[in-house]
């Protein structure tokens, strides 16, 4: 799925999110990667679960890895990218993680 994501300056990125791994690439508005967010799936003891194995436990996401282009960062991107991954996936918000540069 892809979502447009206006910034408070006005500047328009593009969200790629991919269900089966929990991928969402960030795409500024000339088109060039800008960033990265990898999500995964972790069970009441915060060990990682399959995506693709629904074993019926209850399941929460994990923000893996957060990389975001320098320039971007204070957008409300990373906000944003966590807040879609749980709206889509049902989960309980993703856990903040340290942005990677």
């Not at 408070?8 to 800008?34: H, K, M």
């Not at 995506?51 to 436990?57: F, I, K, R, S, W």
């Not at 409300?76 to 990677?100: K, W, Y």
Request: include cysteine.
């Amino acid at each position: 799925m892809f979502e447009a994501y206006k910034c408070p300056d006005g500047q328009t990125v593009l969200f790629g999110f991919d269900e089966d791994t929990l991928y969402v690439s960030v795409t500024a508005p000339n088109s060039s990667r800008i960033g990265n967010f990898h999500f995964e799936l972790i069970d009441e003891h915060g060990e990682p679960i399959s995506v693709l194995e629904d074993a019926g436990q209850s399941a929460s996401l994990r923000l893996a890895v957060a990389v975001l282009d320098e320039a971007w960062n204070g957008r409300g991107i990373a906000e944003r990218v966590s807040q879609l991954v749980s709206d889509e996936m049902h989960l309980p918000a993703a856990v903040d993680a340290t942005l990677n540069q």
